[in-house]
């Protein structure tokens, strides 16, 4: 499941605090507002439209799908395959805290499990750690990786330092 707030102002400058849940990557995205399910909306062909609810205006239904599309989870799958690509066959999201990937035949696994586990975290843009079920080609074997994303700090110095 996957949970994301939308902060709106109303034009008397009152502030809306949208809740967006999808609960599979094969359902369509819900808007609640406190509580309240207004509707749903789902991307098809690379197009948003409303499926349910009250109707949306095109403006607002634009911005909640704005929204929904920068995301960090949507992009690291292309991030993984981008990295990894002769290696990687397919990444699944399952839910923004939980990815499937799949890799290609012919790879060495073992020497890979440790290539992903160690470079991983640096692809993380949330703030909140991952997990990773890693899949060989045929799925007869695989490994698990908790990630936290990697954390940097201005030093007193100004050079960037890498806290764990």
């Known amino acids: 499941m996957i949970e994301l707030e939308f902060f709106s ?5 009152e502030l809306l605090i949208y809740q967006m849940i999808q609960f599979s990557p094969e359902d369509p995205w819900r808007l609640l507002l406190e509580g309240e ?28 799908a704005a929204f929904i599309d920068q995301q960090n989870f949507n992009h690291l799958p292309l991030a ?3 990295r990894w690509g002769n290696l990687i066959h397919k990444v699944i999201i399952k839910s923004d805290r939980e990815y499937l990937v799949v890799c290609k035949a012919d790879i060495s696994f073992r ?3 440790g290539i992903f586990s160690k470079f991983v975290s640096g692809l993380l843009k949330d703030e909140w750690s991952v997990t990773f079920q890693v899949f060989n080609h045929d799925f ?12 940097r700090q201005k030093n007193k110095t100004g050079w960037d330092q890498q806290l764990s």
Not at 9 to 13: C, D, I, L, Y
Not at 140 to 151: G, L, N
């Open 80 to 82: 993984l395959t981008s």
């Open 9 to 13: 102002r109303k034009a008397n400058n």
């Open 111 to 113: 020497s890979f499990e």
């Open 37 to 64: 399910l207004l509707g749903s909306m789902e991307k098809s062909e690379g197009t948003w439209r409303q499926v349910s609810g009250t109707d949306f205006s095109p403006s607002f239904l634009s911005e909640l």
């Open 140 to 151: 007869s074997d695989d490994f698990t990786v908790q990630a936290k994303p990697t954390v």
